[in-house]
């Protein structure tokens, strides 16, 4: 079993690829899964500012008016 | 004729693409995995070992297709850049500029492996042969494209000078791949894509094949899933991206 | 709306920048001898809506009809009929007067040397024919770009900003030209966050972001 | 639409004429590169000739590259782009005189100044000729994919590090080919196959970088 | 004084890392004008070890110069240049925190790089040595006379290729010592006279340079 | 004209641009609660002058005194007492308006977190903190520079065109903000092409390039 691991004197070089491959191509696909939690985040934020800002707005409106 | 093309229209509609695109992923994802892991073992422990390379040659299962899905993404980018532009397919663009770090990840694996390789073979990391330059090309014409987009502040404007940049490079592809025809040098010649009769063993060949369409499957999955975050924040004003952020953050609190 | 043929009929425009929306659904119409003054606070999508309508941008949806026709799809046509000044002044400061207004002319219809002599004069920069534009002063260069406007015989002059750091000398010959142009029966879209007073002219007010119209 | 493309072509030159002093930059900036080579590396006799032509074509490429923010820069800054855009004419049209002139004041300079430097790096009088048709052939499409890049990039305020990084290896097949060429030359070999490469490709960005040129730039400029 | 020089610093580095894709453009900049040397020369491994000390300088010295513009260009479009003019505390020690970030965001990853490059280039383990300790004495340098070159010519439009004029003489001393330097340990000899130099060379320009370019500063501001 | 310890005196400036004279023997002063409003039209030199006061240009001739010293040799102590705002923001606009008043505050006396907060929220910029100054409206950019004046402590602002392209509550809130400073014994040297309404205030009138002062 070691034998076929050590892949004669290219274990190093075959496993280092193999790993790096491993590696890119996971950071590739959980990148988005990651992205997406924040993107749902901010957009709920943002909505939710935007909701808000309706009133606040009118607030603002009100102050000049009093000035 | 037109109703064809209202159907792509209808098809390409981001909210369609969102949908229909969720629920693909897991399909591609999972035969991707299982092809990507049937090849490895295949390549790393039942394919025959290479009278000349010895073990080492077991690289090619790793590094011949991401070499091959490297050119590949970019003429996909290129294509879907000149649809966008001609068609006005908001989706072609977000499928391009998904595309293109995928596309650096593999020309990326593809120039690290081809290095690992040559140090047994050729007894250096790097040769200045021309396939392997024009390969280096090939990732900075990603970076380009991958910086040129963070450079440009308005999202759609940044897709469209994208997909110039996208279509001009496509001259460096078919540089690549004829490069070793052209220039007599180190890199292997086609072996594999030889139409007529491949001069690699079957046995060689199936774990090859594997992890070929594994890698492709692989791509569309990742794509697909980095083009509906783009989605969401391409659409964020629409009232089906509220939808859908109230129903999936919420599902998360619940 | 009563349907016409001629001038300028804007439909349900829509305009977005980075992933704002600036105003959606606008429709205004502006006809021969109208003045149209774009208002709207800073950011509020004056510039934008301008650049639309001067056919520089792509709105994120609606149509601009010159003259009956889509103005997209005539662009040629509808270029000649327009003449836009931007924020920036469109003028080289290592050229002089006359070598501006001939390059912007050499752009369009050709003019003999006469006809932009006799325009120079018209907007008072006899004596200056012979100095490089980074010799003479903010006010001149707009006259500049006037008599570019001018020369240009468009119907539609698209304005942006036009009084910004004029003294009021300037002010007031910019205005007279105004109202030259559409007593002729020119159109005039313009912004400004300045008072102007064209009064006794038929004016309309467009404001962002609500795009409400009043006259 | 022949004569916006001369009074186009004249009136460039008259702004480039009137800033004296830049009109030779880029050829001086070529060659102080060239000569920077000589210095870092070693002024032996039989290495400069072995590098020569490589050296003078790199330092083309970036003489001609690092020029061509006066393609655009100056008529965006301006706003007589936005003019140009707004013009009755095809912007292709304009796109080429101006990509003429930018040739006329880099690409012609350097071509005209390639035997002497040729000389000093010891080229032979075959390489020497050899170097000049490469240059001739290749300084215009340097010049032509150079707008492409320099459109996408004219609104943006750091501009200049991003076009290298975009036009740079959009560059090289036209390094390779020309410095193949003159090395081959050099050494007694056949050039023709690359000087048929040259020109192909030289005709075939004429036809069509303007084109993608004036897309780039109202993309650009929206 | 010491926080006034902290808050700039920090205040640069927040400025250059919201950049994100610009802060690796200079060492993409820096690789890819070393791989067209050997396209356009020859990709032989004797050649090659020969010259690249030099190229690796050139392009390193290139790099270097094409990005000074984000030294003082962005301020200046801005106006904050003008307050730091204003401001009570001595305009030299401001001057010597952007010059600081300079150094970081193109010549310090130049230095982790170039081992990579020496690599391709064949240059043997200790020609890579004395490539990176002369890389880090050399590169304070470019970022510290660049300094005031770009200081000469920040309010003029299109300052980049007299730039190039002005600062690539001057430059021209560290290339001839760094690149011998790197060449005589390739070939085994003693290269401490030429690292004396540099760094003599490097506090020299440390002391001097700051006040040449507030001064400089001053005077284009006018 | 009396002797004065304190204010801003300015003694036979004269100023050339490229070889043409803009002003020559230009004599004023400045007390505190005092505006001077510098007129002239387009090239007339106010920008230079503004700049000169400022100690960034240097006169042909002349002198500039504030608080009795000559400014020219008490540099730094001098830049301690004025806050400029040229035709530039002075802005960054890669940073939100918290880090931009802190790294404009690190250039002069420190200031708290605290006291840059409370002066953001006097200039109106409550729920802003966080956005990056791109993303603002030129009116609040304007408003990041006030803060940065008020925070300065400083006794003269210097404000070359400060009301270019603000909306008119933008205008007004300026006023209102350099009538504040006034009132504490400030002093203001500004630039305008607009008319602005500041009644009740101790206004000066300083016209170029004639140089006669009015009040
Ligand atoms: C950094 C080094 C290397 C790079 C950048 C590189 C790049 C590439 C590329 C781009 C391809 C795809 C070409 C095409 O389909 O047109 C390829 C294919 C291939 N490479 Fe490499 N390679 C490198 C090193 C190596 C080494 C050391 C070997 C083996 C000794 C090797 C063996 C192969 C083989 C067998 C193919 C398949 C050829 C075919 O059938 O088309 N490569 N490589
Ligand atoms: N290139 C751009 N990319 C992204 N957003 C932009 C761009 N240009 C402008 N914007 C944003 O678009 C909005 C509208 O800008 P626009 O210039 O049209 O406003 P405006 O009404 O002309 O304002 P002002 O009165 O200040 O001139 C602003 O909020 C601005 O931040
Ligand atoms: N850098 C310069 N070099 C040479 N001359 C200049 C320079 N800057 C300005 N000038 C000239 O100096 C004169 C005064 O310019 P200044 O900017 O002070 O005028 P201004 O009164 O502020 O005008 P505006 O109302 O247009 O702002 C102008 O005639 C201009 O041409
Ligand atoms: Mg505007
Ligand atoms: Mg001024």
Partial sequence: MFEMLQMGKYGAYVWSSYGLALIVMGYVVIKPVMDKKTILKDLMMKYHRESHQHIESHQLKKEQENL | MKAIMKWIYHLASPKHFYRIAGKLIPWFGWIAAILLIAGSIDGLFIAPVDYQQGDSYRIIFIHVPAAWMSMFIYMVMATSGAIALIWKIKLADVIASSSAPIGAAFTFLALVTGSIWGKPMWGAWWVWDARLTSELILLFLYLGYMALESAIEDPRSAARACAILAIVGVVNIPIIHYSVEWWNTLHQGATVTKLDKPSIHISMLIPLMLMAFGFKLYYVAAVLSRARNKVLITEQNSSWVKEVVALESGAKNV | ?215 | MYKVFLSLLKRDLRLAFRHKSEILNPLFFFVIVVTLFPLGISPDKQILAEIGPGIIWVAALLASMLSLESLFRSDFDDGTLELMLLSEYPLSIMVLAKIVVHWLITGFPIIIFSPLLGTVMFLNDDAIITLMITLLLGTPILSLIGAIGMALVVALKRGGMLLSLLVLPLYIPVLIFSSNAVGSSMAGLSISGQLYFLAAFMVFCLTLAPIATSAALRISLE
């Fill in chain 3, 1 to 215: 709306m009563s349907k016409t043929e001629t001038g300028l009929q804007v439909k349900s425009l829509s305009c977005e920048r980075g992933y704002r929306e600036l105003f959606n659904d606008l429709n205004f119409e502006l006809l021969p001898g109208e003045i149209l003054h774009v208002k709207g606070e800073n950011g509020a999508g004056k510039t934008s809506l301008l650049r639309i309508l001067a056919g520089l941008a792509l709105p994120v949806s609606g149509e601009v009809i010159f003259d009956g026709c889509d103005c997209r799809k005539y662009r040629s046509e509808y270029n000649e009929h327009i003449a836009f000044m931007g924020h920036k002044p469109g003028i080289k400061l290592e050229l002089t007067p006359v070598e501006n207004i001939q390059s912007y002319c050499d752009l369009g219809q050709r003019k003999t040397q006469q006809q932009i002599m006799d325009t120079l004069y018209q907007v008072g920069l006899y004596g200056f024919e012979e100095m490089y534009c980074n010799q003479i002063s903010a006010g001149q260069k707009r006259r500049v770009a006037l008599a570019q406007a001018i020369l240009s015989n468009a119907k539609l002059w698209i304005l942006d900003e036009p009084f910004t750091s004029l003294d009021v000398v300037g002010v007031d010959f910019f205005l007279k030209m105004i109202q030259q142009h559409v007593d002729n029966g020119g159109m005039i879209l313009l912004t400004t966050h300045q008072e102007v007073n064209l009064n006794n002219y038929m004016i309309k007010f467009l404001q962002l972001p609500d795009g409400s119209i009043s006259h």
